[in-house]
């Protein structure tokens, strides 16, 4: 390197070229610069979540428990919608552009000829950081797969597997029990294992069997009910009855929130949460970019749904929604997801599509969106722009007072939408 980057940008754009590809599994490089930074395990509980959809909701809900029984908490998600320091946060709030360039500064100084993805970069920014507090959990949400990933660097003592599906075959394999597997790489030899997938592949069933010290299923070893105007969770011992609702949507997100309070529960000796605290923090747990409802005329919805499962729940969620008008749908999805099966997913629940493009290097060009749309036969018009702002543009103008539009299919189509938003409030 020539220049040391003087701002976060800068080191963005730094951390982003340090190597060839942008996807490289496995923990060997990890290893040899964690040494090289003199990383060590840390001194207060560790959950990892791994899953294909869920695993941000979960860890949100973990970290606003805790937040919420007055623990410190640091948080690692990925990827981000807006901004990068999103992506570490501690108590909460996202670190300071400071902090994260003295990190990456320093991870860079240290790691010599060692080629890291960027990925890997902002894993180990994370790690950096979270040595700097005294910490009470430690929330690590894993960026793919498991076994290999980067957050699978140090073992959890909790590990959550959440709901799996079809997604990033090209890594993980072609089926749910591969790819469970995979998933299950974050169960470590005498951890806790919790698995709130109502319906788990065999392998997971397996690999946590075979290395957990105690595992916890749902549905055979914690449950739940939904009535009217409340829920109940319960696990051998404890009872939750008479929940607040969340502010999370659809059934999936109860299958997650069941899972989180069998992480506290399994963790409840070394780190107490009360059951008043739990009715407290629960109406208050919400996801920008997770069916985010923007009220409004016309009314708004962002959700960040990517593979088949997520965007068959965005459309169950939205026709369980009345509506006079129509529904307009923004989308632009990368080039490596399911996309014919996404969108048929959600495809008879709009009523007028409108494409655009992204500009990162895995994105699906508007032509092949198009072209899937023309296919999939819609009920209504399918209209194409060369970016995604541009296409909403066109939605905006064209939706009337009682229609709603639908922004989905990435994080990146996701983000720009917030960014525009917030600029014209």
Request: with cysteine; proline share 5%; net charge negative.
């Amino acid at each position: 390197m020539s220049e040391t980057p003087r701002d976060l940008a800068g080191w963005i754009d730094f951390i982003s070229a340090q190597h060839s590809s942008e996807i490289d599994l496995g923990l060997d490089r990890l290893r040899q610069a964690a040494n090289q930074l003199g990383l060590s395990h840390f001194n207060c509980p560790l959950i990892t979540v791994a899953g294909t959809n869920g695993k941000g909701s979960s860890i949100t809900a973990l970290e606003s428990f805790y937040i919420g029984a007055g623990y410190r908490t640091a948080c690692y998600t990925s990827p981000h919608l807006t901004v990068f320091n999103e992506r570490i946060r501690i108590d909460g709030a996202f670190v300071t552009d400071d902090e994260l360039c003295a990190a990456f500064a320093d991870i860079n100084s240290a790691r010599g000829l060692i080629p890291l993805t960027y990925f890997e970069f902002a894993t180990l920014a994370a790690f950096v950081v979270f040595l700097r507090y005294e910490l009470d959990i430690i929330l690590l949400e894993v960026g793919l797969g498991g076994r290999l990933d980067a957050t699978n660097l140090f073992p959890a003592d909790v590990a959550l597997i959440t709901s799996i599906g079809i997604d990033h075959t090209e890594w993980l394999g072609k089926d749910r029990e591969t790819i469970g597997a995979e998933k299950a790489g974050i169960i470590h030899p005498g951890s806790i294992a919790v698995i709130s997938d109502p319906a788990p592949p065999q392998n997971v069933l397996a690999i946590a069997r075979d290395r957990a010290e105690r595992v916890y299923l749902l549905n055979q070893d914690f449950h739940y009910s939904i009535k009217h105007t409340d829920w109940c969770w319960q696990s051998d011992r404890k009872l939750l009855a008479e929940l607040p609702f969340s502010q999370l949507h659809g059934l999936p997100q109860f299958n997650n929130l069941a899972g989180v309070l069998m992480c506290i529960d399994a963790l409840q000796d070394s780190l107490p949460v009360s059951d008043e605290s739990i009715r407290r923090v629960l109406p208050s747990i919400k996801m920008p970019g997770r069916f985010q409802i923007i009220a409004g005329a016309p009314q708004i919805i962002l959700d960040v749904s990517h593979n088949p499962d997520s965007v068959a729940l965005l459309a169950e969620n939205l026709n369980s929604l009345p509506l006079s008008g129509r529904t307009h749908a923004v989308v632009a999805m990368l080039k490596d997801k399911d996309i014919r099966e996404s969108l048929s997913r959600i495809n008879s629940s709009i009523d007028c599509w409108y494409v655009g493009g992204l500009a990162v290097p895995r994105a699906e060009g508007v032509d092949g969106l198009k072209a899937v749309l023309d296919e999939l036969e819609p009920p209504g018009c399918v209209k194409s722009s060369n970016t995604v702002a541009e296409a909403w543009e066109q939605a905006f103008s064209e939706a009337g007072a009682d229609d709603r539009i639908v922004v989905f299919g990435s994080f990146h189509t996701v983000g720009v939408i917030i960014d525009i938003l917030t600029l014209s409030k």
